[in-house]
């Protein structure tokens, strides 16, 4: 197994075999991810989401182009990639697509890049996503950008990981109702309009200005996670045409400057911390589950069931039963 | 609050109160909830997913309307509709606009409507939806239509709450791909191709076949709940126009023969013991979380916590510290 030195030096092989662990069973390297933990913490996490078709795949490939670009040979700055597909195992296509898309990144050592599909549960996707943005971070990757696809609420959890959110539309897709449903609206800090050179961008603008402005109209009265400390930044649209790297240079500029926003403000760590308390009630929740599964008798477990199923109890009257334990 | 005679006669006010009682914390009322279970267990639910703009909702209410014109006036069916809409607490105007599509139900005392928005978490939305089902199915209601918008994890988690599964598209609307993403291919029991008057129709169909096909294929490698014990069902396609009831009565008898297949191939027992297992995990989970959260001591988890944050300790370890408890 690769040891914590390896991950610290940034030896790539076993960066890859750690990342693979955690997408198996992270509880197999969790005294490994410990050690990687107290190394992490230095990296901006960058999510960027959006429906399929919007062109996030190559809108990413540009974005971490132009910041190795930004940054001098004697000071790269390291990128990490993670594309996250919150879907059925047949997306095995799509994440080879993404891998063919982004392939003129491929081969610079200052990029790792990462697809990671759903294997368990929900809440467990973006428990492993964060336990890997941990370790590129402790591997010395100070941006790490976030890819989902969709509008679901996995994605909104998985956008949730990072510290700054870029929503990404396109002309015409009529994501705008998507992603007011699913809550992405509220959560994205930076929108972008892709494939601006398209028919019906400016269509596209003014229903996701009308749609933003919504959105925070509603903030008062929803359980909005961010806004009520978030006064002064106004989440700017930017018009990109990924393919060509029209607006690549305003959308880096802009994350800069979110990030500069963040850490000024104070937000960097008011946030930081609230997104650890949620990462970290996910991973409880999940504990306590499995060592009550654990620990229970399983034939008295399978009595207890068998009489909820022929309604001989309620469920309601089996968990008082299970609480004993 | 309501008694249990009043649900089991069917007074539609006292309904409707548990229901909102159910939306508001189930916890409040699972005493109640337990005698209803009781009585429960005698109603088909049919789950109708797809994405926004298929038609669903036009789709359910001919549905509706058919099912309660086949039975006579001296043995009427009731028919419940919950309308579940797994998304952000701005779809208040779509549950308004499913509402009014509905109208022309609203003055059958045979069919009761209920819209559901989320509130709390996701696996929440799923249990309060089963509940109310239970409730519906106690008060004598025999067909219950389980109608959710989009093609997500949550989407996915509520129909499968169904004994029949139905999944809408229409032509020109690409969401074959979000579809099979989501895993909705492999649960759909009935595909329907609605607004089958529109341009694009034969290619809808031939993509959908194809995908239905690649996910048939594929159950074999995948966690699939239901294949493995379903050789015989072959899942049709039915086109629709919902408008003009087009499909409806094609439709109709579909619904009616997965039922009887269900019932005579002895699978209707066994999806409902494995949907009811599937259901209390996700009561018992969430039963575990909050009786820590409330039993731990407050200032302790605090602590903790604001170790993990400023990465004294790593979460594993802060999992380990509470694993006593």
Do not use: C
């Not at 008062?220 to 649209?237: A, E, G, H, R, V």
């Amino acid at each position: 197994m690769s040891s914590l030195n390896d991950i610290l030096s940034g030896n790539r092989y076993s960066i890859s075999r750690l990342l693979t662990a955690i997408e198996n069973d992270v509880s197999n390297v969790t005294d490994l991810l410990s050690e990687v933990y107290f190394h992490a913490g230095n990296a901006h996490l960058v999510g960027i989401t959006g429906a399929s078709g919007t062109g996030k795949s190559s809108l990413v490939n540009q974005l971490a182009k132009a910041f190795r670009q930004l940054h001098s040979e004697a000071s790269p700055l390291k990128i990490g990639i993670i594309a996250v597909d919150p879907s059925s195992p047949f997306t095995g296509g799509a994440i080879l697509g993404d891998r063919i898309r982004m392939k003129d990144l491929v081969g610079d050592p200052g990029i790792f890049i990462r697809s990671v599909a759903t294997r368990g549960v929900l809440g467990g996707l973006a428990a492993s996503t964060s336990a890997m943005a941990q370790v590129l971070d402790a591997a010395g990757y100070r941006l790490i950008l976030i890819e989902t696809v969709g509008a679901g609420q996995s994605e909104v959890e998985i956008a949730n990981l990072a510290h700054t959110i870029i929503v990404v539309e396109s002309p015409g897709m009529g994501d705008d109702i998507q992603a007011i449903k699913s809550g992405i609206m509220e959560i994205g800090d930076i929108f972008v309009i892709n494939k601006a050179d398209l028919q019906g961008v400016e269509e596209a603008e003014r229903v996701l200005r009308a749609n933003l402005q919504f959105a925070h109209l509603s903030d008062q009265t929803i359980n909005s996670s961010k806004s009520d400390l978030n006064p002064t930044w106004i989440p700017p649209i930017i018009r990109t045409i990924a393919i060509n790297g029209y607006g690549i240079e305003m959308l880096v500029r802009n994350i800069i400057e979110h990030k500069e926003f963040l850490i000024n403000s104070d937000l960097w760590k008011i946030y930081e911390a609230r997104r650890m308390r949620r990462e970290f009630h996910v991973m409880l929740r999940d504990h306590l589950y499995h060592r009550w599964l654990s620990n229970y008798p399983k034939e008295k477990h399978d009595q207890v069931l068998a009489d909820v199923i022929s309604r001989k109890i309620s469920p309601w009257q089996a968990l008082k039963l299970f609480n004993e334990w």
